[in-house]
């Protein structure tokens, strides 16, 4: 076997880049310090862009099965309109995170990642000559020593990977919100009704009551003005949840029994480089904000997604010059727009009696399309585009909502049936998808990376042509002034040079 990829934790950004490398046969090494499934997964809302990103590898059905969805998409509680968003879209789902990573193993299982419970990176050496990576792996069975040829830290936001690599993990010091979260069981017809959903205090504080099951609640507060040591992370008692959701809503919690609680606090921090050498980092130990819109997994995914075929390229010899730097690039914009759109949302939040003006005149911005449009994309992991631009060539028309982006979810009929666009992305290559009616893509065919689809034009305003990298990002289209010539860089600058 040639060296590896090893990947640094099971959570889901790591468990979806071992996913992204076994499926275009990289070899990946996949180690997590818990002895199985962790079941104290604590997120619950995936939104749009997370599921589209799913689509594109057939993992989202399933998930949405027995859903609910969220009815809006808000921005520090006012509400978007979303459907402004070029679409069609679709809302934020309710589903646990521990079912998104029992979906990730499942799949890891079946395309071959050497999937090692109970293992703990404890440390790494990057060889002298820039050839490779040491890492030391220690089990129950010892310590081991093994060579691969890149190590991504996706180890959560102490990342031992992102420290020893003595990257900065910068942002604000001062911790926001703490709370509890977890899963407890309850009798139905105890719990008050101001107990379920969401609700915010005068203050701005929150409490999320989400039933699981008749007889399993989801809970999870979120207090601005909590102090440590009470609200240290690690575990809670169903005494401690009694006394914050009594603050928060004014009634006793009814809980019989705990099955798993946790304190949580939350900083802000967007690591200063998300590669140094063979060394990458991704999910929360690159980026790390409160919870808010199902950003936390939309983040994780997408750095997974946009990184899985560039180190693929690599490894199978047909990367262009500069594609693995283009992750810090495209990444870095996507964990400071994170961080930055939420941090905006909880000074708009807390306290709000001091917010008030602030949040009326949010209101008066989101009268227009355009401030409405581009928070709603942001906040659902639909944005923010790539910024797609070729050396001497200019930029097509302005205001383009394509490039850099994801398709909407259209439906196209191909040869091989009636298929969501998401879908021609599942064999994890590029697509030069025309649907001009007049086969003119296929002329530029010499490129083994990209498979070229052919469908009538949906009926949308989509352009005749589009040139999709394999994450779904948008490199190229004909419908701003772009014509083969400008095909042809873009293919060059994602792809490198044709081979047929
Ligand atoms: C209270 C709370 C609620 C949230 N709700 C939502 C929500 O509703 N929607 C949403 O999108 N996001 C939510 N989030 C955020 C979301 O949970 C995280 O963004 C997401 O888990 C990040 O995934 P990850 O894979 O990057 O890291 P993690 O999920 O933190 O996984 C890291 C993994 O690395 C392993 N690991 C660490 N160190 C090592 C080592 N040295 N060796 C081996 N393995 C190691 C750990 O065991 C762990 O399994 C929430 C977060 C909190 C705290």
Redesign the pocket.
Known sequence: MSEPVVV???????LMLACELAMRDVPAVL????PTQ?AE???????AG?LEMLDQRGLAAGLREGTVTFPEVRFADLRLAFEKVQGPREPTHMVL?SRLEKVLIDRAVELGVDLRWA????GFEEAADGSGVTVTLASDAGEEQLRCRYLVG???????VRKQAGIDYVGDDWVIVR?I?GDVAINREDVAPEQYGLSYTDNGDQFLGAPLSPDVMRV?SAEFSTEPPEFEDGPATLEQLGDAVKRLTGKELKATEAHWLQH?S?VTRNAEQYRKGRVFI????AH?HY?YN???????IGDAVNLGWKIAAEVHGWAPADLLDSYHVERHLAGRLACMNIQAQLALLYPRPLARYMREMMGEFLKFDEVNVFLAEIVTNLGPAVPIAYEGVPEPVEGDRLLGRRLPKVQIKTADGDMGVAETLQSGRGVLLDLSGDASAQEESGWPTASTWSAPKPGTDLPGTLLLRPDGCVAWHDGGGWGQDELRTALRTWFGAPTG
């Open positions: 640094v934790g099971a959570g889901p950004a790591g180690v997590d310090i818990h962790r997964a604590p997120a619950m809302a995936i939104n997370t995170q293992t703990r990176l404890t996706c180890d959560g936001r102490e990342s031992i709370g979260v999870f949580y939350i991704a999910g929360d130990a790390v919870p199902g950003q936390g997994l939309g983040t994780a």
